[in-house]
């Protein structure tokens, strides 16, 4: 009863051409499994002449070397010799296999072997190598192995017969399996795929998939770049992952004398947004589904404002001289119709302090269904507050959320050195009591204050946590509380796919009738004291130590700070 309540909660939000589009290609898969379609071979193709590899050449790394005797290694999990269906793998590293990123820095002889062998052991249209997600990193990846080993390929006329009898196939399959059940960052993969194809090939199915590829992609960049120039997934990794597709997308049409402004503009605006989240140590924030192997931590921050970015709900505030950084998240976990990489993380954030990390969101980990998915999605996972032991928003399977936490009430107040960001969300009106919970973070160069509020009628009980790297301890946090008792448990971090490190958690409990005032400080020394009072119905927290203040928590207005 209880997956069918997530179930109806979770298919509502779909938009009705994402679940035709998916009936279809069940449809399609199963037709293929009962026919045992063979796999699409297209010959007579054309190459470009004037299409240019970007790959530097043969390289002597340890990862070539390991690939070119037969040993392949990602997220963390080797195997010698794999075979294209790998069973005691997870689906994403066999999706790793099927990419064929580890292409460039081969020598030709291997990328031929690897090559034929994936051509013959995926003759059918079924397995993780005919998704349309591989289906397109391939794409690519041959297409610039197609230019850059051409001399080969030309001295090797079977070879190059049939491989590119093979890659035209593949893009003819994926031109009629665009992902449009998805969406998000696939989609944008589809379409990078079908635009590199259109310049490496010649004639007039080329000229229609560019076609394709380019009025699909202004739709979509319309929809999945928001105004402030984030993502609309809302996950730092994929800002990266289709900043790092709409780059290259068009660089390649510069290249071939078809530049499109639309597409030009958009990537400094999507620039411009990552140098705002960043901190000065270019350390990628872990918010929701993201790793640190997203590849940001190369991108040049230089010094940034504190600022709220509203239409992607990120709060930053940030001493840069000082290598102080924090980021919350005061946004809504997802599209309405993409959830897949949104976790119960409302008002969560990070912070660090002399230029490294101090209180951390918990990762990702793995995303195949199970335990540890379910853990580093949960509210408790995140820095927080968990309300009867219950998450946020109803997170489920591995890509899956049911009934959501909406923010609303968001107001970002910048002056005089001090940032405040304030919000409230509904992600708990289901319990009973029904609970509101309201949040306040005030920032002050070297003190961070977070103030929570448990609205309703009734008694409830709540845990706001605080993860700590694992590299800091308790220590550390010079921690100063109100309204709730402390105690201490063991959490787990994971900044990279298939690895993960206990750390240190502390833990603020409380419990009673609402409404409910509790909170805490992070400071630079243990001088800071906190109190808390009702003034004439109004939450009043008072600041004591290295600041004199008193925070007033109105309800009719935003929230004043007063010496």
Not at 43 to 50: F, Q
Not at 266 to 275: K, Q, S
Not at 333 to 347: E, G, M, N, Q
Not at 500 to 513: I, S, Y
Request: glycine share 8%.
């Amino acid at each position: 009863m209880r997956r069918l309540s997530l179930l109806v909660h979770t298919v509502r939000h779909l938009r009705m051409t994402q679940m035709v589009s998916r009936a279809a290609r069940v449809a399609r898969m199963r037709r293929w499994s009962l026919l045992r379609t063979t796999a699409p071979m297209v010959s007579g193709a054309v190459r470009n002449p004037e299409f240019r590899s970007t790959w530097t050449g043969h390289s002597e790394t340890p990862r070539a070397i390991d690939i070119a005797n037969g040993r392949f290694e990602f997220l963390g999990v080797a195997r010698e010799q794999p075979s294209w269906d790998q069973r005691d793998v997870s689906q994403l590293w066999r999706y790793h296999l099927h990419y064929f990123d580890y292409a460039a820095g081969l020598e030709f002889p291997t990328f031929r072997r690897l090559a034929k062998s994936w051509i013959d052991g995926n003759r059918r249209l079924a397995g993780d190598g005919w998704h349309p997600y591989t289906v397109s990193l391939r794409i690519v990846n041959w297409c610039e192995a197609g230019a850059f080993f051409a001399a080969s390929l030309d001295a090797d006329r079977a070879f190059d017969a049939e491989f590119h009898a093979s890659l035209y196939g593949q893009v003819r399959f994926l031109a009629a399996n665009l992902e449009t059940d998805v969406g998000g960052n696939h989609l944008i993969k589809n379409l990078r795929g079908l635009l590199w194809a259109s310049a490496y090939f010649s004639g007039a199915e080329a000229r229609r998939w560019r076609a394709l590829a380019l009025s699909h992609l202004r739709r979509e960049i319309a929809e999945q770049v928001l105004s402030d120039g984030g993502h609309f997934e809302r996950v730092p990794a994929y800002h990266v992952q289709v900043l790092e597709d709409l780059r290259s997308c068009s660089e390649l049409l510069a290249r071939h004398g078809d530049r499109q402004p639309w597409l030009d503009e958009v990537v400094p605006a999507m620039e411009g947004f990552l140098r705002a989240i960043l901190p000065p140590n270019g350390r990628l924030p872990l918010i929701k589904d993201t790793t640190l192997e997203a590849g940001a931590a190369n991108f040049a921050v230089p010094s940034q404002a504190s600022r709220f970015l509203p239409h992607s709900g990120f709060a930053v505030m940030r001493q840069d001289d000082r290598g102080e950084h924090l980021i919350a998240d005061f946004g809504i976990p997802c599209p309405d119709h993409l959830p897949a990489h949104a976790h119960a993380d409302l008002f969560s954030y990070e912070l660090t302090v002399g230029g490294k990390p101090l209180i951390v969101d918990s990762g990702v980990y793995e995303y195949a269904a199970g335990q540890w998915r379910d853990w580093f999605r949960s509210t408790a996972a995140h820095n927080t507050v968990e309300v009867a032991g219950a998450n946020q928003s109803e997170v489920w399977g591995s890509f899956r959320v049911a009934r959501r936490a909406r923010p609303s009430g968001v107001r970002w107040i910048g002056q005089n050195g001090m940032q405040i960001i304030q919000g409230q969300h509904d992600g708990y009106r289901r319990l009973s009591p029904p609970v509101w919970h309201r949040r306040t973070i005030v920032a002050f160069p070297g003190t961070w204050i977070i103030i929570d509020e448990l609205l309703g009628e009734g008694i409830t009980r709540a845990s706001s946590r605080i993860h700590l790297h694992p590299d800091r301890s308790v220590d550390e946090l010079h921690l100063a509380t109100f309204g709730g008792e402390v105690r201490h448990e063991r959490g787990w971090y994971s900044e990279r796919f298939g690895a993960k490190r206990e750390n240190d958690v502390v833990v603020l409990e409380t419990a009673g009738a609402m409404p409910l005032l509790f909170g805490y400080c992070v400071s630079e020394s243990n001088s800071v004291t906190l109190s808390a009072r009702i003034d004439g119905g109004t939450p009043v927290v008072a600041v004591r130590g290295g600041l004199q203040r008193s925070i007033i928590l109105r309800s009719d207005g935003p929230p004043r700070v007063e010496q």
